[in-house]
């Protein structure tokens, strides 16, 4: 049954509106980053919101939740009442709930301390919180959404789409007032396809108790999933709103980008016989928490993928290997062992990492956009008398040109980028170390499909170079376009090594479970 299906049997008929914006501006300073937006959200539809990065998204669900003010004059209604813009207790008050894309738990405690965090309302007459009433409350809230684990393990031992779940029952906490639209945040830009499928089925329930949804996503095959109306935003203007049966991939990708994607610069394929036959990277006996006896070869040129669910080890995997968590069994960099929590040592042979929390562990939030760029290595900016800034902002602005990086400006503070673009900066700081070794975690989390583009041809280009590429990745498309074979794990292990030549996503996936 499809979401529309379900919200035509709901209590509200499906065309009233749960949610309205008009008129929606924002401006920063003396950037104008929403000009007149408009949208809106009907009872029990999932609405999709997409657009560039850097094209207005969260700045719009910001002010929603009450984070930023609007600039005057913009209108907001939830269902027949008011909403005070910019008035974070009232957004909650009118049903307003949010699941932002760092889902905001912490990670230490368990799932019923992270939900008992936000749910004072439990407290007993006394003051004192009761255990029982909020460890059978939160198995409700959890158990309603058709989740059955255990609450009482810590929430980084429990899988992406079971924390993503903690994090949505948390919003959903009927504490005070009615939830009516629960707007998502980029929910699953770390999620397999495997646990988002499982995400679908909790948002169709989360539907069928009233709930509307905003959706936000890069992914356009999941958005044409799920979403009955999809609004798109192009560079912080209303591009359109449309229904689903009017929309495809293409049309998304035009309307988001206003443009067809660019064509990857021409390769000559590859002959994997003629590859060096000493392997850039080696890897033999890799242990850690979870990986377990990996052994691995990358010749240079090559691009060997990583596949897996949340608990495979998939997500280890990169900071073993780089050598910043500690680890049993041997990386060998073109022939020389590395010795175990040595980052600065694996740089020195080559290897570089783009990690996948990289704005948490690489983002310096008070730096320009251009020293996030070139931090890694400023020597060819060295001279007698100092830093020769020029040719520095000149390379940071090549890297900002190629990326596509929103606002072209290298003297903006990174901070005020917006998630996708911070990730490009990112990116950009590694790539131009032209590694030996390139360890890619998740490279086109958060960003827009034309970036995505831009960053697989610069990959892809790398090689060329002689680069070997590690490539872990949560997204099955991206592993079989870019990768020349994948290795699956389960379990910690690898349970197979495949050549991407004539393998689909979802045989991939398939190979996951
Ligand atoms: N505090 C701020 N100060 C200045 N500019 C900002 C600030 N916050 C956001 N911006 C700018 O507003 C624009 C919109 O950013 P926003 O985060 O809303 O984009 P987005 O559509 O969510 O992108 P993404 O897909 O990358 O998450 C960007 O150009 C960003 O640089
Ligand atoms: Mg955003």
Not at 31 to 58: D, F, I, P, T
Not at 195 to 209: A, I, K, N, S, W
Not at 461 to 484: F, Y
Request: charged share 25%; hydrophobic share 40%; net charge positive.
């Amino acid at each position: 049954m499809t979401p529309g299906a379900i919200s035509a049997a709901g209590l509200t008929s499906s065309t009233d509106s749960a949610l309205s914006v008009t008129g929606l501006s924002k401006t920063f300073g003396f950037s104008r980053v929403l000009q007149g937006v408009n949208l809106e959200v009907r009872a029990a539809e999932v609405h999709g919101l997409v657009g560039q990065n850097g094209s207005g998204k969260s700045t719009l669900i910001k002010i929603l939740a009450g984070y930023h003010q609007p600039d005057p004059g913009a209108v907001g209604m939830v269902g027949l009442r008011t909403l005070k813009l910019g008035d974070s207790r009232h957004a909650f008050a009118t049903g307003l709930r949010f699941v932002h894309q760092d889902l905001g738990l912490a990670p230490a405690l368990n799932a019923l301390d992270n939900l008992a965090l936000t749910s004072g309302y439990r407290r007993s007459r006394s003051g004192t919180i009761s255990w029982r009433r909020v460890r059978a409350a939160a198995e409700e809230s959890l158990g309603r959404l058709g989740y059955d684990f255990d609450i009482s393990v810590p929430v980084s031992r429990l899988s992406a789409s079971e924390r993503t779940g903690i994090a949505i029952a948390r919003a959903l906490d009927s504490a005070g007032s009615r939830p009516r639209v629960l707007v998502m945040d980029e929910p699953t830009a770390a999620l397999p396809v495997a646990e988002v499928d499982r995400l679908f089925q909790v948002l169709r329930t989360v539907l069928m108790g009233g709930v509307a949804i905003v959706y936000v996503s890069h992914r356009f095959s999941e958005v044409l999933e799920i979403c009955d109306r999809v609004t798109v935003l192009r560079d912080g203007r209303n591009v359109a709103t449309r229904p689903r049966p009017s929309l495809d991939q293409p049309t998304l990708i035009d309307l988001t980008i206003g443009r067809a994607l660019p064509l990857p610069s021409e390769l000559v394929d590859r002959d994997p016989t003629t590859m060096d036959p000493v392997p850039a990277l080696k890897v033999r006996s890799l242990a850690g928490r979870v990986i377990d006896n990996v052994d691995l070869d990358i010749c240079q040129g090559e691009i060997v993928g990583v596949a897996g669910l949340t608990g495979s080890g998939r997500d280890e995997l990169a900071d073993l290997i780089f050598g910043v968590s500690p680890r049993r069994g041997q990386v060998i960099v073109g022939g020389e062992v590395v010795p175990s929590q040595r980052p600065d040592l694996s740089m020195r042979r080559g290897m570089a990492l783009v990690p996948a929390e990289r704005l948490l562990k690489a983002g310096l939030g008070r730096m320009t956009v251009r020293e996030n760029i070139t931090i890694g290595n400023l020597r060819g900016f060295l001279s007698r008398f100092g830093l020769k800034r020029e040719v520095e902002r000149q390379e940071a602005q090549q890297w900002i040109d190629r990326l596509d990086i929103v606002p072209k400006d290298t003297e903006a503070p990174f901070v005020t980028l917006s998630g996708g673009n911070q990730q490009k900066a990112i990116l950009a700081r590694v790539l131009r170390l032209s590694p030996r070794i390139l360890v890619l975690d998740e490279p086109t989390q958060g960003v827009d499909v034309g970036a995505r583009a831009a960053i697989h041809d610069i990959v892809r280009q790398e090689t060329r170079r002689g680069t070997g590429v590690l490539l872990i990745s949560a997204d099955s498309e991206e592993l079989i376009s870019l990768a020349d074979r994948v290795a699956v794990l389960v379990h910690g292990r690898i349970a197979g090594m495949y050549s991407t030549r004539d393998m689909t996503p979802s045989m991939l996936t398939e190979l996951t479970v």
